[in-house]
C-alpha cells in the first residue's frame, strides 16, 4: 500500500475524534482523548498530517514533535529551522483507523511514518522515538519489527488513566544516504508556464486582460496546496496581467507571495526577483535549495533559478522560447512537458510511501 501524508484539516480531524473508538482497554487510544491536538490547526501540515490510502480514504493520522531531554518542544512555527529541529529529539505518534488495527499494516506503515519524517525535515538525529503502552504487545512487536527497540519505561497518563509506558527508538543513520533536497516552496514563471501566451488578449498598455491556461495549470495548483505546498509566483510582467489572469481563473489565493517585475523593478533573473519572493515565504537562504522554480524561460527562469541554488524545473511546452541552454548557467536540473508532470518531479523528491 502507498501512503500519502497530507496537512492534517478539519474535516479529517472532526472525523478522528467523533469516529475512530477503539475497542476494551484500547479505549484510551480514543482521538476524542486527543481532540485538542488534532483540532490545533497550528500544526496542520507543520507536526499533524492525515495519511491517505490509494483510494484515497483517510487511514491514520501522523504526529511528529521535537523535544529535547528536558522536555522542552520546539514550537511548530519553528519546524522550518532545520538547524534547531537537529538539536532536538525525532518523536513520532500515530494511529490507524480503528477497522485497519490488527491486519497487519502495522510495521509498514510505521516505516513509512519515519522514512516521511526524517525525509521532510531533513532530520540527521541518531533516533526516532516513540512511546507507547506497555499492554499493547500488537504495537510493540509491529514497532519492533520496523526496527524499533525498547530503551526506557516510564508512567503515562491519557484523561486521568494511568498505565506503564514503554519508550522505544529506531536508529536512522541508515536512512541518511537517502536524504534528498524535499521541496519546501514552489515558484511559478506566469506566461507559458501557466497561462497560454498565445491566447493572451492585451490592452494598449501591454497588460495582458485575459488568457487560457496552458492544460493541467490549474490542476496542479490545487493539487500542489492541497499537499500544503507554499506557492509563489515570480514573474516579469506589469502587475495588472498576473492579477487579470489569477483573477479570471480563481487561482489568486493559491498564492502565497509575488514578485513581479513591475513591482520590484527588475526581471529576471535578477536575483532580487526571486528573493523577493523568499522573504515573503520566510524562508532562509540556507533553505534556498529546499525551493523550486518552474518556468518556460532558460535564461530568465533557469538561469535565476540555478544562480541563487534553487531546484530548476524548466516547463518545455512553449514554442515561443529557446529550448538549447547557452551555457551550464541555463541548463535545467528537471525537464517536464506539461503542468502536471512536475508531480512526477516531486515524487522523486517527496515519494508518497
Not at 299 to 317: M, P
Amino acid at each position: 500500500m502507498n501512503y500519502t501524508f497530507l496537512p492534517m484539516t478539519h474535516e479529517y480531524a472532526t472525523t478522528m475524534v467523533e469516529t475512530w473508538k477503539y475497542e476494551g482497554e484500547y479505549a484510551i487510544y480514543d482521538y476524542a482523548h486527543e481532540a485538542e491536538h488534532l483540532l490545533d490547526a497550528e500544526g496542520w501540515g507543520a507536526g499533524i498530517f492525515a495519511v491517505l490510502n490509494d483510494e484515497e480514504e483517510l487511514i491514520a493520522e501522523l504526529s511528529i514533535e521535537f523535544f529535547d531531554v528536558g522536555g522542552n518542544y520546539v514550537e511548530y512555527g519553528d519546524y522550518g529551522n532545520e538547524t534547531l529541529i537537529n538539536q532536538y529529539e525525532l518523536w513520532i505518534g500515530f494511529g490507524l483507523r480503528p477497522d485497519l488495527v490488527g491486519r497487519g499494516l502495522g510495521a509498514d506503515f510505521v516505516s513509512a511514518c519515519v522514512d516521511y519524517a526524517v525525509q521532510r525535515y531533513h532530520y540527521r538525529g541518531d533516533y526516532a522515538r516513540l512511546g507507547v503502552a506497555k499492554f499493547n504487545q500488537r504495537a510493540i512487536k509491529a514497532y519492533q519489527k520496523a526496527g524499533f527497540q525498547v530503551y526506557d519505561h516510564t508512567i503515562g497518563d491519557i484523561s486521568g488513566q494511568s498505565f506503564e509506558c514503554v519508550y522505544m527508538r529506531k536508529s536512522l543513520p541508515k536512512l541518511w544516504g537517502r536524504l534528498l533536497p524535499l521541496p519546501i516552496a514552489i515558484c511559478f514563471d506566469c506566461g507559458d508556464t501557466l497561462a497560454d501566451e498565445a491566447t493572451e488578449i492585451k490592452d494598449e498598455t501591454g497588460t495582458t486582460l485575459h488568457a487560457d491556461l496552458i492544460p493541467g495549470a490549474a490542476e496542479l495548483l490545487e493539487e500542489l496546496k492541497r499537499r500544503g505546498y507554499k506557492l509563489a509566483l515570480v514573474a516579469d510582467s506589469p502587475a495588472g496581467t498576473f492579477h487579470n489572469i489569477l483573477t479570471q481563473h480563481g487561482l489568486m489565493d493559491y498564492f502565497d507571495a509575488f514578485a513581479i517585475s513591475e513591482q520590484v523593478g527588475v526581471d529576471k533573473p535578477d536575483a532580487r526577483m526571486f528573493i523577493h519572493a523568499l522573504d515573503q515565504l520566510g524562508i532562509r537562504r540556507e533553505d534556498y535549495g529546499r525551493v523550486m522554480m518552474v518556468g518556460n524561460n532558460l535564461a530568465r527562469d533557469i538561469k535565476g533559478a540555478n544562480d541563487l541554488g534553487l531546484i530548476s524545473v524548466w516547463l518545455s511546452w512553449s514554442p515561443r522560447r529557446s529550448k538549447v541552454p547557452v551555457d551550464a548557467s541555463e541548463v535545467p536540473q528537471y525537464t517536464i512537458a506539461t503542468p502536471l508532470d512536475l508531480l512526477a518531479v516531486l515524487e522523486k523528491l517527496a515519494p508518497t510511501y
